[in-house]
């Protein structure tokens, strides 16, 4: 925590507290949509694994047949209007890409279009409570699932998740990186503790709260064909990602067996300069590295941005993904214990309809 930004930490803790206080007291008001909904959402600033959880129960309701509408931010795109794309789009003709969807919303819609039950809509807009009030009206869905919801408390919840990390570091904004005091735990319904790729004991001070305990298994290294590397362990790599854990991502690619000979970190949805890629494969020439490895999350803000879909020639973008043995590691949000807890809420939802 940066002790020289405690004050301003202090000032942002006070308007937390009113502004919390007035949605208790009902003089802010909620929202009520006529699907069920379920926020999905955490107490930091990034990093624990909010999207791969919105995958996952969007997943097991697709599978029950449901039409499930997933809304999101998409965080740092370019543009303001509402985004809509059911799951299962191909992207031939390059109408998606970053700048408009954001790359989380693409690494969704990606990792779900293999699901051929149900139906699903992700809607993206900077306003959540405008963009899940438009579906409802517009799609009817049967259930509206919010990324990142848990301090949009202008829109009603049915089922309000949050996914705490058991290690992540104190302070509120801006001296750290916590959005509320951990004390606000206390509103959510179910607590998600995401151990992401290690074995941390429960904080017992999360009490009197269902607890589902979840880690991310790995699932593979792949390039922009979708094929893997026969053989990595011992192989020498040069690493680089932005995303708001970095950490997790070292200690997967160690996991891995990969020897990492540099490691590179960027600030969370980084968009990439030309600079940053030049900087990138000059560190892994100089390194004599095999490979290149970099998270999901940043391949799909590499491959899908405007600078690579609608170049007219070569460019260093180009040239990192398709000229060099560039990879990412794929992950998957598992549950280690407690999913009957969280799956017999999702089904009380919709038999309440």
């Not at 290294?221 to 950490?247: D, M, R, Y």
Request: with cysteine; aromatic share 10%.
């Amino acid at each position: 925590m940066n002790i020289l930004l405690f004050p301003l930490s202090l000032l942002y803790r006070i308007g937390v507290f009113f502004r919390n206080a007035l949605y208790n007291a009902g003089i802010f008001k909620t929202k009520v949509l006529d699907p069920k909904v379920i926020s999905v959402g955490n107490l930091s600033a990034g990093g624990t694994g909010k999207t791969p959880f919105v995958e996952l129960i969007t997943e097991y309701l697709l599978k029950k047949n449901k039409f499930v509408v997933v809304v999101s931010k998409g965080y740092k795109r370019e543009y303001d209007d509402i985004k809509v794309v059911e799951v299962g789009f191909t992207n031939t003709l390059h109408e998606l890409n970053t700048e408009n969807m954001g790359d989380e919303s693409l690494m969704m819609l990606e990792n779900l279009s293999h699901i051929e039950t149900g139906r699903g809509l992700l809607v993206v807009g900077d306003d959540k409570t405008k963009a899940a009030k438009f579906a409802a009206s517009k799609f009817k869905p049967e259930i509206i699932i919010v990324d990142d919801g848990f301090q949009h408390r202008k829109l009603f919840r049915d089922l309000d998740i949050l996914i705490i990390n058991p290690d992540s570091p104190g302070g509120l904004i801006p001296a750290g990186k916590l959005r509320e005091p951990r004390g606000n735990y206390k509103r959510a319904d179910i607590l998600v503790i995401n151990n992401k790729f290690d074995k941390i004991p429960v904080n017992e001070n999360y009490k009197n709260k269902p607890k589902i305990i979840c880690s991310y298994a790995y699932e593979g290294l792949f390039n922009f064909e979708n094929k893997s590397p026969e053989n990595v362990i011992g192989e020498h790599a040069t690493v680089f990602c932005g995303i708001g854990e970095p950490g997790s991502f070292k200690t997967l690619v160690n996991e891995i067996g990969l020897q990492i000979d540099e490691f590179i970190t960027f600030p969370d949805h980084h968009n990439f300069t030309n600079d940053d890629i030049l900087k990138i494969l000059g560190i892994f020439k100089t390194k004599g590295s095999k490979y290149l490895l970099t998270t999901q999350k940043d391949f799909v803000r590499l491959r899908s941005s405007e600078l690579v879909l609608n170049a007219k020639s070569e460019n260093s973008y180009k040239n990192i993904l398709y000229n060099y043995p560039l990879y990412y590691a794929k992950i998957k949000m598992q549950i280690d214990q407690n999913s009957e807890l969280l799956f017999k809420d999702i089904d009380n939802l919709l038999s309440s309809e």
